[in-house]
T-cell receptor, first 115, second 112 residues
């Protein structure tokens, strides 16, 4: 059973507009969430994260919103740029005493920025 | 900037061969991980380590084995490769107590 779901396999957005990527989770024990960006033939690159005690975290053009009651988070990219075209993975973890163990990933959303 | 390396980047090998995928990090991180990813699918954790001489199995069952003799090195071994092992293998590391994991570039394995 998939605990982290990204229901949109792909998303196409015009350059300069806002990109919104969505992620839902089912495990209420998750208390930390991360977004990774992945280009073809490369490993995932950390983008931004949020703790469950917050509902928003911002870093430059990237903002992550967390709605714990809905078990939903979203990544906003404003403005979208051609270099943002990549696969975006949502990941989640929970504290297990020694710090995070493995991350639980969604299947990813392929973001395409059109000129 | 994360410094984590994987070799080889690509490997095509015949059934029954023994292979070792290398992973090294220069950040002094105690925790290291191996994930497996098939195209269009999520990454699945197959092994992790808290530090030297520590290895644990992840959420996804795997026929591979790992070792952690040095902090910076976390190799993955398949004793007898099969076509079902064809996948991408990603290594990652993190500081103890930190949530963010840093990934290497991955090894794409094709078993014929």
């Amino acid at each position: 059973d998939q605990q982290v779901k990204q229901n949109s396999p792909s998303l196409s957005v015009q350059e300069g507009r806002i990109s919104i990527l969505n992620c839902d989770y089912t495990n209420s024990m998750f208390d930390y969430f991360l977004w990774y960006k992945k280009y073809p033939a490369e490993g995932p690159t950390f983008l931004i994260s949020i703790s469950s005690i917050k509902d928003k975290n911002e870093d430059g053009r990237f903002t992550v919103f967390l709605n714990k009651s809905a078990k939903h988070l979203s990544l906003h990219i404003v403005p979208s740029q051609p270099g943002d075209s990549a696969v975006y993975f949502c990941a989640a973890s929970f504290y297990s005493g020694g710090g995070a163990d493995g991350l639980t990933f969604g299947k990813g959303t392929h973001l395409i920025i059109q000129p | 900037e994360a410094d984590i390396y994987q070799t080889p980047r690509y490997l095509v090998i015949g059934t029954g061969k023994k292979i070792t995928l290398e992973c090294s990090q220069t950040m002094g991180h105690d925790k290291m991980y191996w994930y497996q990813q098939d195209p269009g699918m999520e990454l699945h954790l197959i092994h992790y380590s808290y530090g030297v001489n520590s290895t644990e199995k992840g959420d996804l069952s795997s026929e591979s084995t790992v070792s952690r003799i040095r902090t910076e090195h976390f190799p993955l071994t398949l004793e007898s490769a099969r076509p079902s092992h064809t996948s991408q293998y990603l290594c990652a590391s993190s500081e103890t107590g930190a949530w963010t994991q840093y990934f290497g570039p991955g090894t794409r394995l094709l078993v014929l």
